[in-house]
């Protein structure tokens, strides 16, 4: 059980009683009530033992607010019995007062940590062993508990937040836009949303924030407290919560918002709703979000070399004697099953065959329920004949400052991020000649392991004489997961023309070749065309 939290020689007083007193010197306690387990606060009169409370105040229906730099007024339930009446409910309000601002911000808080900290059941009962469990949040009734385990855990390691500040592009992008709009932070209140190992606070604060609300959930919040005390000029104006934005309290409201809340796809981890979460829950009006806005860029693409390693990884199971056993009748769903990854890597941009469109999502405005379910209609007309192996997809970020609009970009052709881009693949490839339209959909649809579902579709239409008319011509399909992809994570191959790809032979396998060759279980020698063939495609 933690310890109390304690503040010396505040101030309270009763305001629901008639000419209460105001006891001065006194001690506020934050604890656990003996009696129902549950969180209470202890207001305790100077000489008296905390043990007897001139004041205990059940936290789980209790609010606070501000009335002043250092004043607090609190609301709570009482109830009251008396021989024959039934018990009355009624509300009670005390008046506390902390000596400066920083204690009053620790107690606010302090408060709010020790309130979410709630008895299941009703007031009163004892809980089994007298555990204590937290109040379900938004965040909590939309993930599942294994899934944000495995996240938390993950960005509770340092060696993964090196990485991600290790993406000098990532990192330096975000420094040039808080330094550069200095006018935004200079004396403002800033929320960190997820705030990871505190970088973003610590470049607010350079930035001449007043004060910086660093809130991040997972145990990196203990290494973003040693980095920020680490760095005095800077960390005394910076207050570290852990807590996630959908439960925590703050005692005041921010001016700006700062967050990475972007995953693969702009998307993936769902940490934009917390985004917008926070946005609502904290942010004045009239605030600024840095980022602000942020847009998924999507154009279909050609790429032989993809589509052959792709499908050759299921040739292993079309070995009819596989230690005596027959392995066909797997090889359809195997096939399937690898086409249901999306590609993670970095590609020459020179393999799309159109423009790119793309679909914005402005996080200033946005609701928290429209990312739950995101339809892009797709719609391309082609430079060039070709085969059409998939959709390609990255994304951008805005920081619209008040000096200087800057973009963190994750394009091919662009400085490689961490988040390097994504390609959704096609089991079955569109054949379409130049100047022919392809249309089609993508849809992403949220689910509780804090990713998305991805169903795509691309059609070619008619096309020459008559195509005004309409028409399809081909259409394929298919059903992706985010949370699951290849990661590729090859630099971008050398560009060939599409007949140099077609003629291309991938290398024999044979036993003498690498350990990586063979684990990818190419078949020796075998061609583009071939590997159609055995997948039903001519």
Request: net charge negative; glycine share 8%; proline share 5%.
């Amino acid at each position: 059980m933690a310890s109390p939290d304690l503040f010396q020689n505040v101030a309270f007083s009763d305001v629901s009683a008639a000419a209460a007193p105001a006891a001065e010197g006194a001690t506020a306690a934050f604890g656990v009530a003996a009696a129902t387990g549950g969180p209470r606060l202890s207001l305790v009169k100077a000489g008296k033992p905390e043990v007897e409370p001139t004041i205990e105040i059940d936290l789980s229906d209790a609010q606070i607010y501000k009335l002043g730099p250092s004043e607090w007024l609190c609301l709570c339930g009482e109830s009251e019995a008396k021989a024959g009446v039934e018990e009355k409910s009624f509300s009670r309000a005390i008046k506390v007062v902390l000596r400066t601002e920083a204690e009053s911000k620790a107690f606010s808080l302090a408060f709010q940590r020790w309130k979410h900290q709630v008895i299941s059941g009703k007031a009163g009962e004892p809980l089994e062993n007298g555990s204590i469990i937290a109040m379900k949040s938004k965040f909590d009734t939309k993930i599942e508990a294994s899934s944000a385990k495995m996240y938390f855990h993950y960005y509770g390691q340092l060696l993964h937040q090196q990485n991600m500040l290790q993406d000098f592009v990532r990192t330096g992008t975000y420094y040039a836009a808080v330094m550069e709009n200095r006018s935004d932070f200079e004396g403002r209140v800033v929320v960190d949303v997820g705030a990871g190992s505190g970088i973003l606070s610590l470049f607010a604060a350079q930035a001449g924030a007043r004060h910086v609300y660093a809130v991040e959930a997972s145990e990196m919040a203990e290494h973003a407290q040693r980095l920020i005390s680490g760095n005095p000029s800077l960390g005394q104006r910076i207050t570290v919560i852990n807590g996630k934005v959908e439960e925590v309290e703050l005692p005041e409201k921010a001016d700006i918002l700062i967050s990475e809340p972007m995953g693969t796809l702009l998307v993936n981890e769902r940490m934009l709703e917390s985004y917008v979460i926070a946005r609502d829950r904290f942010l004045a009006p009239d605030g600024k979000m840095f980022p602000t806005t942020g847009r998924i860029h999507m154009a279909p693409f050609s790429d032989e070399y993809l589509y052959v390693e792709m499908a050759n990884k299921a040739l292993f199971w079309q070995q009819h004697n596989f230690f005596g056993v027959d392995l066909t009748p797997l090889h359809g769903s195997a096939f399937q099953g690898y086409f249901s990854q999306p590609v993670v890597d970095a590609f020459d941009p020179r393999l799309l065959i159109s423009p790119p469109t793309y679909h914005t999502l402005d996080f200033t405005s946005m609701k928290e329920e429209e990312l739950y379910e995101i339809d892009i209609p797709l719609s391309f007309v082609a430079s060039v004949g070709t085969r059409v192996h998939g959709l390609a997809c990255w994304f951008d970020v805005l920081f619209n400052g008040s000096t200087v609009q800057r973009w963190l970009t994750t394009a091919p052709g662009s400085p490689t991020t961490h988040w390097y881009q994504l390609r959704c693949v096609l089991s079955q490839p569109l054949y379409v000649m130049a100047g022919q339209e392809i249309t089609g959909r993508l849809h992403l649809v949220a689910h509780s392991s804090q990713s998305y579902t991805i169903y795509l579709t691309m059609s070619a239409k008619m096309w020459g004489v008559g195509a005004e008319q309409g028409g399809i011509l081909q259409t394929s399909t298919g059903k992706l997961e985010l949370k699951e992809p290849y990661y590729r994570l090859s630099q971008p191959q050398s560009y060939m023309l599409q007949q140099d790809q077609q003629q291309q032979q991938l290398p024999s396998l044979q036993p003498q070749g690498s350990e990586q060759q063979m684990q990818e279980g190419l078949s020796p020698g075998i061609t583009i065309d071939q590997v159609d063939q055995e997948c039903g495609l001519h």
